[in-house]
């Protein structure tokens, strides 16, 4: 399970507690982030992706199924580009093939100014911009909590270098490689992620299916958790 960018594994929790009686859960914490070492300078997604390999091949796990959401779910398509035999599954939601491969341009450099003005303030200054742009509507207050708690921790030597390196990838060219079961969870109000960029990864991806979770934003597994948890439960279940 590999999370978003401001974010770290505790943004699996609700999962956790809805899965993890049918199925073995691993949600890392990528370099930077939550309880992991920064990472080393110059890091593209590809190391990232590198990254989560070695994790997978230290505790002999292979192949996985592999979740991932927002930056995660693009992370998940760079490890498939790099260990296609490591990977069984694919579940991305609210992904991107990079912000690159996703997103116009213009829309790609405002992101990447915001993050590089404003991850030297402190967390509080900037968290409660972020939080409409995340959520389609009104979450329970404990979700709030949860993900202010986790952005308010944000390191700047974990999430600057992490996202420009998201800024910069385009993996549009892997999508049409992809040759295991694919399920793509998008929120129908997502901002961050909308519709176009679900329906791109669709028609790129061969055999994909798209779940269109209606009425909920681009946090998906936390503002609808038992709807999201229910189409992976399915989507698992399926795989051979």
Same mark, same amino acid.
């Given at each position: 399970?590999?999370?978003? !960018? ?19 859960? &691993?949600?890392?914490?990528?370099? !930077? ?12 997604? /590809? ?43 694919? #579940?991305? /939601? ?32 900037? &968290? ?11 979450? /329970?207050?404990? #979700? ?5 708690? &986790? ?47 679900? $329906? ?6 061969? !055999? ?15 503002? /609808? ?5 229910? $189409? ?9």
């Amino acid at each position: 399970m590999l999370h978003g !960018g401001w974010s770290d594994s505790r943004e699996w929790r609700l999962q956790i507690e809805g899965l993890s009686h049918q199925f073995d859960l &691993i949600a890392w914490d990528a370099p !930077g982030c939550g309880g992991s070492h920064d990472p080393r300078a110059g890091m593209r997604l /590809a190391d990232y992706a590198e990254a989560v390999c070695d994790l997978v091949g230290a505790l002999d796990l292979e192949p996985v199924h592999l979740c991932g959401l927002s930056f995660g779910g693009g992370l998940a398509i760079a490890v498939y580009q790099r260990r296609p035999k490591h990977v069984r599954s694919l #579940v991305l /939601a609210s992904a991107y093939a990079g912000w690159k491969g996703s997103l116009p341009a213009a829309e790609v450099d405002a992101r990447l100014r915001r993050v590089q003005a404003e991850i030297h303030l402190p967390p509080s200054s900037w &968290i409660d911009d972020y939080l409409p742009g995340f959520f389609a509507g009104p979450v /329970a207050p404990q #979700v709030l909590e949860l993900v202010r708690s &986790i952005m308010l921790e944000v390191r700047p030597a974990g999430t600057l270098p992490m996202l420009t390196a998201f800024a910069e990838a385009d993996l549009r060219d892997v999508l049409p490689t992809i040759a295991v079961p694919t399920l793509l969870l998008y929120g129908s109000e997502d901002v961050r992620s909308p519709r176009p960029v679900a $329906e791109a990864l669709h028609a790129a991806i061969p !055999g994909s299916r798209l779940v269109l979770l209606p009425g909920v934003g681009h946090v998906s597994n936390l503002e /609808a958790p038992e709807v999201f948890n229910a $189409e992976v439960r399915r989507f698992l279940r399926s795989v051979p």
